[in-house]
């Protein structure tokens, strides 16, 4: 599989496998008759006189833009014969999943038996199992006379407890069912699996609602930053994680709502989010796993024992992730606001003048406590200040030299 | 341990990665003044291209590269070689050129007769040692690109639902 940020494009390799003659090359002919004209590429066979697979039949489908990643399908077949066994392997390579095509009639059963071992040999030498894999067996042929009833297909073939799907591929019937079950093994995976997405599903199991209600059939967009967009359900999905982890209440709501006002504060805090990333890219400002590691850790010393965080992630409905990417924007934060502002350290010393002054203007707040008793307070009252108006210089001078629009018809 | 194999298994390229691939790939189309240049992985999907490519079907090239590719690794070590870095398919006009990336990907290099396949032989040396030294920085990189939205999957299989209505 290949994710492509910079495309923004995620692209998936399903493998058609199975004996020879057993009609591989026929589901995926069923497939190509069945797309739509603008989603599919050429079918591409290299067959040999015989008309039977040689190398591998391939080809591309392209779902096009989903929740703002183009997404493509690869589908290969593999040449059945015994001979081809290197070329099976090679086909292999780098599957998503895998898709068993048998064939039902009761002389093939060794045939079957002997091409589902060589599969498993094969994924063997890549170090992979198909118990693990998404994988799915097709029992095509079942309009044939001589078609073994499927319980004793599944008896001798099928020790996996594999999902499996009746098929008659030559006239269509059970192909897409086949394809559809197999894409979505794949595609669970990377529901659950990508490092980036929700991976706390058994700790948060009121996750489901939290997602962005129904998307339009096109993703609307809510902002753009010079070329980059913000679409509106991961604005919606940033908005939730905010309010999580700013919670002041241990339980959180399962959806957010947001007021109009509020949505706009937020939007504008991603919108730094996003020049700061820009800008951080601009200057190759990268951020190391150690400097992520001292950001989690600082975060972890306020729980006494891991349980207690992870009881609290759970509670605020965050997954660990989140907490990286905020720790990643504060690190970059640092980073940046080090090169952009000059003679940072003399901005952060204090003199005693000062922190008297800041004391007595502010002196409600300290509730008649003595000088000396806040002092620390008082001084890291003032940091804070500081910090907020660097924050705030540097964010203004980030917007000037970007061009930001922002479409309040779509929050 | 699982999952840590199935991770390994993906070929992530980050949006800066990425931006720099493209650059370098500009750079040697104009140097090397081939055609098109195409980026792919070893598994058969397609990176990138650069260069003027309209007329290729990409995705089947990308496919078919990576397969051919593979076969000749058997060919290699049948000779008692790991495998061949450099291939050259030689046409009535235009030739194709494919060189190794490090150790996932390819450089396809389509040219015509305004260049020699010494040049392209030369230019692309130097690019591969380049790109292999990003896929290398960036396999050891964390970087806070925006993970996939939730409920990709689940969009995923409407969109199939929908494209294969029966």
């Known amino acids: ?70 997404t493509k399908f690869q589908l290969y077949t593999v040449p059945g014969q015994i001979y081809y066994a290197s070329t099976r392997k090679l086909v292999l390579q780098g599957a998503d999943g895998v898709i068993f095509v048998a064939d039902s009639q009761a002389e093939k059963i060794k045939e079957n038996i002997e091409s589902l071992t060589d599969l498993q040999q094969n994924l063997d030498e890549y170090g992979l199992k198909l118990e693990e894999m998404p994988f799915v067996i097709q029992w095509n042929k079942r309009d044939l006379p001589n078609a073994l009833p499927i319980e004793e297909l599944e008896k001798q073939i099928n020790t996996f407890r594999a999902p499996t799907v009746p098929a008659v591929a030559a006239t269509g019937e059970g192909v897409l069912a086949t394809l559809k079950l197999a894409a979505s093994l794949v595609l669970d995976r990377l529901n659950t699996k990508e490092p980036g997405a929700a991976t706390k599903k058994a700790a948060a199991p009121a996750e489901k609602p939290a997602e962005a209600p129904p998307a339009e059939k096109k993703e609307a967009v809510v ?30 709501d ?42 989690l850790k600082e975060f972890a010393r306020r729980f006494k024992t891991k349980e207690e965080m992870d009881a609290h992630l759970a509670h605020r409905k965050l997954s660990l992730d989140n907490l990286r990417n905020e720790a990643t924007k504060n690190v970059i934060i640092g980073k940046i606001i080090q090169k952009v502002i000059p003679n940072l350290n003399e901005k952060f010393r204090i003199t005693e003048t000062e922190v008297k002054e800041y004391y007595f203007t502010n002196s409600a707040k300290y509730g008649g406590k003595s000088f000396d008793a806040v002092k620390a307070e008082v001084i890291a009252g003032i940091k804070n200040q500081r910090k907020r108006e660097l924050l705030d210089e540097m964010f203004k001078a980030l917007r000037r030299e970007s061009s930001i629009t922002i479409f309040e018809e779509n929050l | 341990m699982k999952d840590e194999k199935l991770k390994d298994r993906r070929l992530v390229y980050y949006k800066d990665d990425f931006d720099q691939i493209e650059k370098l790939l500009d750079e040697y189309v104009k140097l090397s003044n081939a055609r098109c240049v195409f980026l792919i992985d070893k598994e058969g999907h397609l990176v990138t291209q650069r260069g003027i490519s309209q007329t290729f079907n990409a995705a089947t090239l990308s496919a078919l590269v990576a397969g051919a590719f593979a076969a000749t690794k058997e060919m290699a070590r049948l000779l008692g070689e790991t495998e061949f870095s450099v291939m050259f398919h030689q046409g009535r006009k235009d030739n194709i050129h494919l060189s190794l990336v490090g150790d996932r990907a390819i450089n396809a290099t389509v040219f015509d007769e305004k260049t020699t396949v010494g040049m392209v032989n030369l230019y692309s040396k130097e690019l591969t040692a380049k790109l292999a030294k990003i896929f290398e920085i960036a396999a050891k990189k964390i970087t806070s690109e925006p993970a996939f939205e939730t409920g990709y999957g689940d969009s995923v299989k409407d969109r199939l639902d929908d494209m294969f209505k029966e």
């Open chain 1, 223 to 252: 902002a753009k930053i010079n070329a980059d967009q913000i679409s509106r359900s991961y604005f919606t999905q940033y908005c939730q994680v905010q309010y999580r982890l700013g919670a002041r209440t241990e339980e959180v």
């Open chain 1, 1 to 70: 599989m290949q994710i492509n940020y910079g495309k923004r494009e995620v692209s998936c390799k399903l493998v058609y496998y199975g004996p020879g003659m057993s009609g591989k090359t026929t589901n995926l002919e069923v497939v190509h008759q069945r797309v739509p004209e603008k989603s599919k590429g050429d079918l591409t066979s290299i067959a040999t006189e015989g008309d039977r697979t040689l190398f591998f039949d391939f080809l591309p489908i392209d779902l096009g833009q989903v929740r703002g990643m183009t």
């Open chain 1, 254 to 295: 399962d959806f957010k709502k947001f007021s109009m006002d509020e949505k706009k504060r937020l939007l504008e805090s991603l919108i730094n989010h996003g020049l700061l990333l820009q800008d951080a890219k601009k200057r190759s400002i990268v951020v190391s796993k150690e400097e992520l590691e001292v950001q």
